[in-house]
């Protein structure tokens, strides 16, 4: 009997020493491996946490700039139809013009301004020549008035003298009522054309009264609208000499 009352005793205390062994193990390992949990926190929450925005700050950058491309590109696209729709809609009312008239009329682009035959001065080059059927000296126009005449040919292209320029010079009169006060067109600027040698006095024409071809001197038809009259002399013209981009060649044949 006192035999097992030691043995339970003995049991006792080596199963408390092996608790104890346990927790005193088991606190050395945890504590064993708290530097490194503590650097592997520090890691994380300041290195590997800056890494990780530097990535997102890239990729949201990245981001940012294709959204900018795509925008761009979207601009450019919107100006494109833009310009196409503002180019069919000029077409129109010149093919409209051109159907409404009796007269028969080519219809030319715009290539350029300036060089070739005319050594300076206010003209443009089309993309129409003698193949079709533009000769020297026709009338050019929009439906707005007239925009000049044919100074040059060749086969596939042609110059255009605007009536901005001095050596154009173009019978007009200016329409007052059933009254007409006859002028010479004679140059001037893009905004102001000059009427000289206006028959009656000029104070007679009021501002604001429609300038036309007179129709003498051969070479410009009566009745195509230059302008209106602006007062001493002077016409704004109607037609935009600065932004023409197509024009009507008057085909006699």
Known sequence: MERKKKSKFTLAVVALA??????????????????????????R???????????KSASARAENE?????????????DEVQRLEAENARLRTLLEYKKASKVRYIVASVLSRGGGAVESGAFIRIDKGSISGVRKNAVVV?????????????????EVLLLPDSRLKVSCAVEVGRRRILGVLTGGTEDNLQLKHMSGAE?????????????LGGVFPAGYVVGDYT??????PRVDFSSIEDVLVRNEE
């Open 18 to 43: 092996l608790a104890v062994v346990y927790v005193c193990s088991r606190s050395a390992a945890i504590e064993s491996i708290y530097p490194a949990q503590k650097t592997f926190h520090f890691l």
């Open 45 to 55: 929450e300041k290195v590997f946490s800056r890494i990780k925005g530097a990535f």
């Open 66 to 78: 294709q959204l900018k491309r795509q925008v761009a590109s979207l601009a450019v696209l919107v």
């Open 142 to 158: 929009l439906p707005e008035g007239l925009v000049g005449k044919i100074v040059s040919v060749s086969r596939h292209t042609a």
């Open 203 to 215: 104070t007679s024409a009021p501002v604001g009264s429609r300038v036309v071809t007179s129709g």
């Open 231 to 236: 007062g001493d002399g002077f016409v704004r």
